[in-house]
T-cell receptor, first 113, second 112 residues
Framework: AQTVTQSQPEMSVQEAETVTLSCTYDTSESDYYLFWYKQPPSRQMILVIR??????QNATENRFSVNFQKAAKSFSLKISDSQLGDAAMYFC??????????FGAGTRLTVKP | EAQVTQNPRYLITVTGKKLTVTCSQNMNHEYMSWYRQDPGLGLRQIYY???????DKGDVPEGYKVSRKEKRNFPLILESPSPNQTSLYFCASSFLGLSPLHFGNGTRLTVT
């Protein structure tokens, strides 16, 4: 079964600085999606960014970008110019489109003013 | 507005008292799923459904039931809740294939 590992239970960053959250996954599939979801204290699960495995170009959404290394099965999230509103739990997720989106255990990000 | 609606948001109950958490989506999604979120474990799938009348077990199905009589609804049923089912529950839906999941706002369940 596919597994997703987030090795950093907690991270902190100074406001306006850059932070990178790590994620690795294990799969034998060749076609899949990877996602980062943000969960603020409101508990909503908010899609931050997605990456299709067949695309070599790294996805970017405003201040959020990923470093997707398919061979290494690594999918890190970079947040640039961190803002107080970025403080949340972040989940990395793997989705092969079959039956089960697999989630990592999450990384709690604190942003210091 | 496209959304997944989950109710209730908070629920406190006692051991053994049957309960149902409702989930409804208005996006005509084929796929629906239930997850539970526990600290340090991320989200784990309970049950999923690929279409009407088609349901299957996820990673942690014990103690739960689901049904999919209509495309838009996918209720989660706890016939005899126990304290180890205290958790945060999410319903999610998507189109089949590689499209992202849309989540409900979660249900915080406490079983005493």
């Amino acid at each position: 079964a596919q597994t997703v590992t987030q090795s950093q239970p907690e991270m902190s960053v100074q406001e306006a600085e850059t932070v990178t959250l790590s994620c690795t996954y294990d799969t034998s599939e060749s076609d899949y999606y990877l996602f980062w979801y943000k969960q603020p204290p409101s508990r909503q699960m908010i899609l931050v960014i997605r990456q299709e495995a067949y695309k070599q170009q790294n996805a970017t959404e405003n201040r959020f970008s990923v470093n997707f290394q398919k061979a290494a099965k690594s999918f890190s999230l970079k947040i640039s110019d961190s803002q107080l509103g970025d403080a949340a739990m972040y989940f990395c997720a793997y989705w092969s489109g079959n039956n089960d989106m697999r989630f990592g255990a999450g990384t709690r990000l604190t942003v210091k003013p | 507005e496209a959304q997944v609606t989950q109710n209730p948001r908070y629920l406190i109950t006692v051991t053994g008292k049957k309960l149902t958490v409702t989930c409804s989506q208005n996006m005509n999604h084929e796929y629906m799923s239930w997850y539970r979120q526990d600290p340090g474990l991320g989200l784990r799938q309970i049950y999923y459904s690929m279409n009407v009348e088609v349901t299957d077990k996820g990673d942690v199905p014990e103690g739960y039931k689901v049904s999919r009589k209509e495309k838009r609804n996918f209720p989660l049923i706890l016939e005899s809740p126990s304290p180890n089912q205290t958790s945060l529950y999410f319903c999610a839906s998507s189109f089949l294939g590689l499209s992202p999941l849309h989540f409900g706002n979660g249900t915080r369940l406490t079983v005493t």
